[in-house]
């Protein structure tokens, strides 16, 4: 699969880590929700992207939208509780989460989904994590991006209000909570400009889809 990604001048490093998770910063979204960012995670992001690249068996989906069959615009992968993540960095991303967040989350981050955004033709339409759990309770998605950095863009649920816009890639963390998932709506939206391509990996507590 053949990839153009232009790597970060910031994150030159050979070895794949994360950092602290003490300086996330955090918004206030209103009703009940908000975002925490930061910046850099992961140092290294560069060679993760490249192994993620090679190694996750990404598939393409159809989807059913009104009357017709469509492409998803982009590449997809998803771990299950218990299943081996591609790569074990991953896994201590989702246990440091599981960590800082067990306060107020209550339970671990247990599921990974990957997104794979080859180019700014590749998407995610608006929307909320509300299959399963999320449609009546508080909880978190946590997305660790590596890659050329895309914008994730939130607004409140069904439009209007105040847009939240993060460029996302090169081992930016974000999580979003509280109310998020049933009170706001975020999308990746397509770009006519020329962008590198992205990985995005969605860590989710159990029944949050």
């Known amino acids: 699969m053949a990839v153009h990604l232009q790597g970060s001048l910031f994150d030159q490093a050979d070895e794949i880590r994360l950092g602290p998770l003490d300086r996330v910063r955090r918004t206030v979204l209103g009703n009940g929700a908000w975002l925490d960012a930061l910046p850099g995670w992961l140092t290294g992001a560069d060679a993760l992207f490249d192994a993620l690249v090679s190694d996750v068996p990404w598939r393409a989906e159809r989807r059913q939208m009104y009357?017709?069959?469509?492409?998803?615009?982009?590449l997809l992968a998803y771990y299950q509780e218990g299943e081996p993540l591609p790569h074990p960095v991953l896994d201590s991303a989702r246990d440091a989460l599981s960590r800082h967040y067990a306060d107020e989350l209550g339970e671990p981050f247990v599921t990974a989904g990957l997104c794979y955004y080859r180019d700014g033709h590749d998407s995610v339409a608006w929307h909320g994590d509300r299959i399963g759990r999320g449609a009546r309770e508080d909880t978190m998605v946590?997305?660790?991006?590596?890659?050329?950095?895309?914008?994730?863009v939130l607004r409140p649920a069904g439009g209007g209000g105040t847009q939240v816009r993060r460029a996302l890639?090169?081992?930016?963390?974000?999580?979003?909570?509280?109310?998020?998932?049933?009170?706001?709506?975020?999308?990746?939206?397509?770009?006519?400009?020329?962008?590198?391509?992205?990985?995005?990996?969605q860590f989710r507590p159990i029944g949050v889809n």
């Open 169 to 201: 890639g090169h081992g930016d963390l974000v999580v979003m909570g509280g109310s998020c998932q049933r009170t706001w709506e975020h999308a990746v939206p397509k770009t006519a400009r020329w962008v590198g391509p992205r990985i995005s990996v």
């Open 142 to 152: 946590a997305i660790l991006s590596v890659g050329a950095p895309r914008d994730l």
């Open 67 to 74: 009357e017709r069959v469509v492409d998803v615009p982009r």
